[in-house]
């Protein structure tokens, strides 16, 4: 179901600094997701989502941002893509994450943009245009198995796509890289998973990864997670229950072998861990005389 919704605001601060992307603000302009990820945080009791099947669209998104965006004192980084994807496909419709990304050209802002979709396509011109001051586009790969994604990201465009969208982008000259995150415990924790993710990484012009070697579960999403295990894994969600419990933090139980490896890998591939960022500025209040 879509349905329009009324927001109070758009822009949330940050707390910083911000290691892993380089965020000043975060933008959501959505509530709920159609890429229905099994593993997905944002199902979590804790953000208070009621059905995140239901597309919650904020109609009134953009008159917010044009008053929000020019009273900002510092022009950092706003990212999107932390509670949902911003190019689900009720954005072909809406075109919300268009319309705010040209907003933030107009007013000098800079991007990160983490997504699932090679919708972000349709925008490469804008982002081009963002990219004179800092436009990052990260797409999340967590296994480069079409089919396997089809069972854990059931909704999204299957990492194929995502790669060639990578490709495209790094092409036009976008910083572009990829968030290995999460990896499975018991499903995509493999050496031969990881060392591919980045070997594909590096052959579709990828300039960095963010790996994380395990996962989150969390009350809410926790029982989502392990019915679709049952669904699709018979027998995994006994072996979550024995080696975690009620744990939020999950990793992998090779999860520091898997990083030596990972590490060894990017540095033969040349491929950055982690991302560059976007140095924010103040804006400068004009005088009088």
């Not at 415990?185 to 050496?191: A, G, L």
Request: overall charge positive; hydrophobic content about 35%; proline content about 6%.
């Amino acid at each position: 179901m879509i349905k329009e919704i009324t927001a109070k605001t758009m822009l949330s601060h940050v707390p910083g600094p911000d290691s892993w992307f380089g965020l000043k603000y975060n933008l959501n302009l959505y509530r709920g997701c159609a890429h229905g990820c099994i593993y997905c945080d944002s199902r979590s009791s804790c953000y208070r989502i009621e059905n995140f099947s239901d597309i919650l669209v904020k109609f009134n998104a953009i008159e917010l941002l044009k008053k929000e965006l020019p009273a900002k004192r510092i022009k950092g980084t706003i990212g999107t893509g932390s509670m949902n994807d911003p190019y689900q496909p009720v954005e072909k419709q809406f075109q919300l994450t268009k319309q705010s990304l040209e907003l933030m050209d107009k007013h000098g802002f800079s991007v990160h943009i983490i997504t699932k979709s090679d919708l972000v396509l349709r925008d490469i011109d804008l982002l081009l245009e963002i990219s004179k001051t800092y436009a990052a586009v990260t797409f999340t790969v967590i296994t480069t198995d079409d089919k396997l994604a089809g069972i854990i990201e059931p909704g999204a465009p299957p990492p194929s796509k995502r790669l060639k969208a990578i490709e495209a982008l790094s092409r036009a000259g976008i910083y572009t890289g990829i968030t290995m995150m999460p990896l499975l415990p018991f499903i995509t924790d493999t050496e031969e998973n990881v060392k591919g993710i980045v070997r594909q990484a590096k052959d579709s012009g990828a300039k960095y990864i963010i790996p994380v070697f395990g996962m989150s579960i969390r009350t809410g999403q926790r029982e989502y997670y392990y019915q679709k295990l049952e669904e699709h894994f018979p027998g995994l969600k006994g072996r979550y229950e024995k080696s975690y419990g009620l744990q939020y933090q999950c990793p992998s139980p090779e999860h520091k072998r898997l990083s030596d490896i990972f590490t060894e890998e990017c540095q033969r591939q040349g491929i950055r861990i982690g991302m560059e960022f976007f140095t924010p500025v103040k804006s400068v209040q004009p005088t009088l005389f």
